[in-house]
């Protein structure tokens, strides 16, 4: 079975720090994403990558940046946190494939004060 | 842009009813997919759907796909209260990795 771990389930972080969010999947997965899940607004994708050291601006990058320097490592960045940052946030790693469907972390939940 | 719409969005029903979510897309695709997020967790991958026509079962769910129509159906027999969760589909766009989410079914079955 597929593995994808969150570092942390709940964080709270104040304004204005730095916070990493780190991902670790199993399978040798080529791509990883992060999302972030705020009620009323389903899944809104933040970065992707499709390989070590390559990324790509999802729909909402501002304000986040992303670091995948080897294979089973995707971190999430807040450079400057603020209490907008406020959400679930959710890890998912697949295959490179058109076919194959994601497989997500448990999340973590973090509350920006 | 590919757009994804599901409705409806809240449904409450009593259980040994049957029901269906639907999944309207905006744009080509053959590949969608549905998954299942229970309150306070992660999402459950529970269908792929690979081409017109697909159709997948898997105890009381069943999911299908008609690409012509741009729509997904997934269908609910005879509900039972473990089912309550909150269902999403996606859609993946043709040009690159990303997939496209609808907002969300939220489904209660009451005993």
């Known amino acids: 079975d597929v593995k994808v771990t969150q570092s942390s389930r709940y964080l709270v972080k104040r304004t204005g720090e730095k916070v990493f969010l780190e991902c670790v999947q199993d399978m040798d997965h080529e791509n990883m994403f992060w999302y972030r899940q705020d009620p009323g607004l389903g899944l809104r994708l933040i970065y992707f990558?499709?390989?070590?050291?390559?990324?790509e601006k999802g729909d909402i990058p501002e304000g986040y940046s992303v670091s995948r320097e080897k294979k089973e490592r995707f971190s999430l960045i807040l450079e400057s946190a603020s209490t907008n940052q406020t959400s679930m946030y959710l890890c998912?790693?697949?295959?490179?494939?058109?076919?194959?469907?994601?497989?997500f972390g448990n999340g973590t939940r973090l509350t920006v004060t | 842009e590919l757009k994804v719409e599901q409705n409806p969005l809240f449904l409450s029903m009593q259980e040994e009813k049957n029901y269906t979510i639907y999944c309207n897309y905006s744009t080509t695709s053959d590949r969608l997919y549905w998954y299942r997020q229970d309150p306070g967790k992660s999402l459950e991958s529970l269908f792929v759907?690979?081409?017109n026509g697909a159709v997948k079962q898997e105890g009381r769910l069943m999911a299908s796909l008609d690409t012509k129509a741009r729509l997904s159906t997934l269908h609910i027999t005879a509900a039972v209260h473990d089912l309550s969760a909150t269902y999403f589909c996606?859609?993946?766009?043709?040009?690159?990795?990303?997939?496209?989410w609808g907002a969300g079914t939220k489904l209660i079955i009451k005993p």
């Open positions: 996606a859609v993946e766009a043709n040009s690159n990795y990303q997939l496209i």
């Open positions: 759907l690979l081409s």
């Open positions: 990558s499709y390989d070590v050291k390559m990324k």
């Open positions: 998912a790693s697949r295959v490179s494939s058109y076919n194959s469907p994601l497989h």
